[in-house]
């Protein structure tokens, strides 16, 4: 059997690159994604002819002929796993069919599965990395781009469904298997062991496979999102915390994106001052000119920021990269400030037409349940600038506003939230009839004033019988008022108390400063003094000797930079 | 793949055709990208860059560090809506 050529010249250069471990020319080479060039082709051709699925030992010792398990005077270790990955390499270019995606995902993933092997060998580790990246970019690429394709994975449902048997195992999406995968190489280069405990060079760069730790978990997070598997994002989140160099040594792209990711899961958990922390710096850190991802981290900058009480600023909504964001957040922002329940209800209804935008965005329930804290403490406010009484401090008479008017502006702003004619005459102007399926969850089961089924049709559930209709929101009372300030003095966010004998909420302390002021403060302040500010998954620092239990002692890096000379005076 | 030792021929061909993303794969994400808006983090288009290429350019579209409004309490009672409510708290104590 005639040697074939190309296949000979490849392997030989691929020995050599291997030697000169210059992993970025070695994933130069190994290409696989089409177009290729003229040279592949014909190597392609070569290994359909001499090494068909019956030939693979004749595949891998034409491979080990070229490059030796062991190399004489290098104490890297076996080859075999790379070996291994280049028969697969020349299997994966044999068979690939662009007109299956479906198999060709399959196929990749494999590939990249017996590349991460190889990364994990001590003599191959960091020259292979380009190559595990790019392997990772382009199944990370496919996985998503076949997850808009239903009618291409369909198949898969029935055979994944059919293999389950009756038992109900959780499907694991075509997602959500890539990034399984690339998590794996994502471990390989958290748990690089080279180099001293900071996982830090000579020249104050990550040591080692170290360098591909945010470059994988970003593609892991990327395909964990889009799956919706946060609890799988929350232990990339988790391992970074625990093992990975700071997040500053890293490249501006990886730094952003990391970030922007961790305050998103952060958001969705309900942190929302960690949220803000990790977005601000992604924004901050942001290229200038990357306006799409700069948009993107906004939307979650601004959603995080008016939830903690904080506005966006004219001059940051009037930025390129807030396009259209003001439209969005304007009137919510004005509805807060005012204490404008009816406008806040609304704005946000779910068969409004913005609520759609919020909901796609995944920021509308927290919005709905955060932001109406804000809206009932302004109209506390604006009760009290309507109809409070100032107090008097000579005859030690706190300032108060009364509960009954508060009560009368909830029922009157309530009422007008309701207010069917309003809602249906705007929609009627809008020339548009509700389109919205039905949502699947009952508590967005809104009780619309319709006629009611008819009884006497179809199969009523025994158990149901008597069940009675759902009423229609009751309005609020004095005590749901009273409850309602009772809970936002809890929160600091009104300063006094209650007093049930009068209905009325007393200012405490209103002798230096405006009852205003004092009464209620803002919002921001309040809540940002009590936060958190570390934040979990964000390397800040280096990391100091924790397995030495965290004491002070020989080898122990002390953090000074926070640190003033003795008898300096406090900042 | 010309010399087996310098091997520096395919490289750069293959850098070349890096660069045009002409890719089947590629295309295939397309139309569908245009139906689920921006719901993707993009990726950025270089690697690294520059403290100073974050900062948007002060004197043209909002370049500013005023980014957030902590005071925006509304105090003023004359505009509409607290008209309103003026006008339901009158009623509601006449009635009493």
């Not at chain 1, 996985?143 to 808009?148: E, F, S, T, V, W």
């Not at chain 1, 999406?173 to 994502?186: G, K, M, Q």
Request: glycine share 6%.
């Amino acid at each position: 059997m005639m040697s074939p050529p190309t296949v000979d010249k490849f392997l030989a250069e691929i020995a050599h690159i291997v030697r000169e471990k210059n992993g970025l020319k070695l994933q130069q080479y190994l290409r696989y994604e089409p177009p290729l060039e003229p040279l592949y082709n014909q190597m392609i051709s070569e290994i359909r002819q001499v090494y068909g699925a019956n030939s693979q030992n004749a595949l891998e010792n034409k491979c080990k002929s070229f490059i030796p398990e062991y190399e004489e005077g290098d104490e890297g270790g076996s080859r075999s796993s790379f070996i291994t990955f280049m028969v697969k390499y020349f299997n994966f270019l044999r068979d690939l069919d662009i007109g299956n995606l479906v198999e060709t995902h399959d196929q990749l993933k494999a590939l990249l599965n017996q590349c991460i092997l190889a990364l994990g060998a001590f003599s191959m580790g960091l020259t292979i990395l380009p190559t595990v990246i790019s392997l990772s970019q382009t199944l990370a690429r496919l996985a998503i781009g076949l997850d808009k394709r239903p009618d291409l994975t369909e198949h898969l449902n029935r055979r994944e469904s059919t293999v389950g048997g009756e038992e109900a195992v959780e499907r694991v999406t075509l997602v959500e298997s890539s990034a399984n995968v690339i998590r794996e190489a994502f471990k390989k280069c958290l748990s690089e062991r080279s180099g001293n405990i900071s996982g830090i060079d000579s020249n104050g760069k990550p040591e080692g496979r170290r360098i591909g730790i945010y470059l994988t978990a970003n593609l892991c997070l990327k395909l964990f999102f889009h799956c919706r598997k946060l609890r799988s994002a929350e232990q990339i989140f988790g391992n970074i915390y625990q093992q990975s160099p700071p997040l500053a040594l890293f490249p501006a792209s990886q730094r952003v994106t990391f970030l922007y990711y961790l305050g998103r899961y952060l958001f969705a958990n309900s942190h929302f001052y960690r949220a803000q922390l990790a977005l601000q710096a992604a924004y901050d850190q942001c290229h200038a000119q990357c306006i799409n991802q700069r948009r993107s981290i906004l939307i979650y900058l601004i959603t995080s920021n008016i939830i903690l009480g904080r506005f966006p600023s004219a001059q940051l909504l009037r930025r390129s990269d807030a396009a259209g964001l003001s439209e969005k957040f304007g009137p919510l922002c004005t509805a807060i400030a005012k204490g404008d329940i009816a406008s806040f209800r609304r704005y946000l209804d779910l068969d409004s037409e913005n609520a759609e935008w919020f909901l796609s965005k995944r920021i509308l329930l927290q919005l709905l349940n955060r932001c109406e804290v804000l809206v009932w403490r302004s109209l506390a406010r604006r009760t009290f600038l309507l109809s409070g009484s100032q107090g008097d401090a000579m005859n030690k008479k706190a300032p108060t506003l009364a509960l009954q008017d508060m009560l009368a502006l909830a029922i009157f702003s309530e009422k007008k939230a309701l207010s069917p004619n309003e809602a249906t005459s705007q929609a009627l102007a809008d020339g548009q009839t509700n389109t919205r399926p039905p949502h699947t969850n009952s508590i967005f089961l809104f009780p619309k004033a319709t006629t009611p089924p008819p009884i006497s049709n179809g199969y009523i559930d025994p158990d149901l019988a008597d069940a009675v209709d759902p009423e229609p929101p009751i309005l609020p009372t004095m005590e749901t008022i009273e409850s309602i300030v009772a809970s936002l003095i809890e929160q600091d966010l009104l300063h006094g108390f209650i007093s049930h004998s009068s209905h009325r909420f007393a200012i405490t302390g209103a002798k230096s400063a405006s009852p205003l002021q004092v009464g209620f403060p803002r919002v921001w302040d309040v809540l940002s003094a009590r936060a958190d500010k570390e934040v979990p998954g964000w390397v800040r620092e280096e990391k100091k000797a924790s397995s030495f239990g965290g004491r002070f002692g020989p080898g122990m890096v002390v953090n000074l930079s926070g640190a003033r000379p003795v008898g300096a005076a406090p900042a | 793949m010309s010399g087996a030792t310098d091997g520096s021929g395919p490289t750069t061909k293959a850098t070349a055709s890096d660069s045009t993303d002409s890719s089947i794969l590629k295309d295939q994400q397309k139309p569908a990208a245009a139906l689920e808006e921006d719901d993707e983090f993009e990726d950025f288009p270089v690697d690294d860059w520059a403290p100073e290429d974050s900062e948007v350019p002060p004197g043209s579209e909002g370049g500013t560090t005023h980014l957030w409004e902590e005071s925006w309490d509304d105090d003023d009672t004359s505009e509409d809506f607290s008209k309103q409510l003026k006008d339901e708290l009158a009623k509601v104590k006449g009635q009493k």
